[in-house]
């Protein structure tokens, strides 16, 4: 699976931005998206994450109330849209695909299979 991450860009501080993550085929009722994100200098931190089937939803508390992700199935598509951006969210955001993924292996980076190639953004304050 081939994934392409798009929609980063330069926003200021309390803006909002969408990310788009395209997956090349469709993938099986068992896969797992995330979106992660790294900032200079730091790790790469989980983001937020939903599965294909049943759409359950996973986020890290630094975004929650703020962040939304959801998927299209039919456009084998999932999106990140980021409101209320504040210059802590700043950094290059990777989405990634995995399957069988459990619960408690969301949040981390290692358990996803595919990744895409990272779209910035940048919030100024």
């Known amino acids: 699976v081939q994934l392409q991450a798009s929609g980063g860009g330069l926003v200021q501080a309390g803006g909002s931005l969408r990310l788009s993550c395209a997956a090349s085929?469709?993938?099986?009722?068992?896969?797992?998206m995330g979106w992660f994100r790294q900032a200079p200098g730091e790790e790469r931190e989980f983001v937020a994450a939903?599965?294909?089937?049943?759409?359950?939803?996973y986020y890290a508390d630094s975004v929650k109330g703020r962040f939304t992700i959801s998927r299209d199935n039919a456009k084998n598509t999932v999106y990140l849209q980021m409101n209320s951006l504040k210059p802590e969210d700043t950094a290059v955001y990777y989405c990634?695909?995995?399957?069988?993924?459990?619960?408690?292996?969301?949040?981390?980076?290692?358990?996803?299979?595919?990744w895409g190639q990272g779209t910035l953004v940048t919030v100024s304050s």
């Open positions: 085929r469709r993938t099986s009722s068992s896969y797992a």
């Open positions: 939903i599965r294909w089937s049943g759409g359950s939803t």
């Open positions: 990634a695909a995995g399957r069988g993924i459990i619960v408690t292996s969301l949040y981390s980076g290692n358990a996803y299979d595919y």
